[in-house]
């Protein structure tokens, strides 16, 4: 009798623990991939690094700007980071380096709790501010060692790794602080407002 009781879940602990293990990092739903996908809504922008320009804008409409060198010229970080995509691929310890975004907003006085990035070629989205902030989002301009790769943002595109892939924003040009929240290109499609792949937020009302 004892015996019976204590053997089944005792038994369904050690498989439910196995497989948190061999899952451990990857969100639910999400597969893991080796390559490198490219999702993009539309053709790859050229952008010279003489024309390119970086647009911080604030609720009042006060603009930083940082041309090609200057934003160079700041400090940057390596980032190892996992990277999910909303189509189900992810893919695991990617290295980055980029500007962090609290590099880039010092300073900067805000009641702003929302941000809209917006990207070369038309590309938006929207996030709260505070996912910007404290190292949890940066401008990468390097994958793998190398200069970023036009079809996968170059010369610098955002990096919010903590949400879905769709939030990191190719072709960076600006990003805007808002006092309310407004969709970006994919949000007012369907997809999910934040976007957490921890809680499987794919599609609006996920
Ligand atoms: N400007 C821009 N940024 C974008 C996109 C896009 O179409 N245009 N696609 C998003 C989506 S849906 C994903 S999954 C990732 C894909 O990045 P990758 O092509 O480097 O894999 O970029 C995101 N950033
Ligand atoms: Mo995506």
């Not at 003489?50 to 700007?65: H, N, S, V, Y």
């Not at 404290?134 to 994958?143: E, L, Q």
């Not at 994919?186 to 921890?198: A, M």
Request: net charge neutral; hydrophobic share 40%; glycine share 10%.
């Amino acid at each position: 009798m004892l015996d019976d009781r204590n053997e089944t879940p005792i038994v369904s602990r050690g498989f439910v623990g196995r497989r948190r293990a061999e899952n451990a990092s990857l969100p639910p739903g999400q597969y893991l991939t080796e390559d490198f996908p490219v999702l993009s809504a539309g053709p790859t922008p050229k952008i010279a690094l003489d024309d390119w320009q970086f647009t911080l804008t604030t609720e009042d409409g006060a603009a930083r700007k940082w041309n090609w060198k200057e934003f160079r010229a700041l400090p940057s970080v390596s980032i190892t980071t996992d990277i999910h995509c909303v189509t189900r691929w992810s893919k695991l310890a990617t290295a980055w380096e980029g500007v962090s975004l609290d590099t880039l907003l010092d300073g900067v006085t805000t009641a702003a709790t929302f941000a809209m990035a917006q990207s070369y070629g038309g590309y938006t989205t929207n996030l709260p501010l505070a996912d910007l902030r404290g190292a949890k989002a940066w401008i990468a301009f390097r994958f793998g060692g190398e200069n970023l790769a036009p079809e996968h943002g170059g010369p610098a595109r955002l990096l919010v790794p903590h949400l879905y892939l769709w939030k990191s924003a190719k072709w960076i040009r600006g990003i805007t602080l808002m006092l309310q929240d407004r969709p970006g290109f994919w949000e007012s499609l369907g997809y999910n407002n934040y976007g957490d792949p921890w809680r499987e937020q794919r599609y609006w009302g996920d």
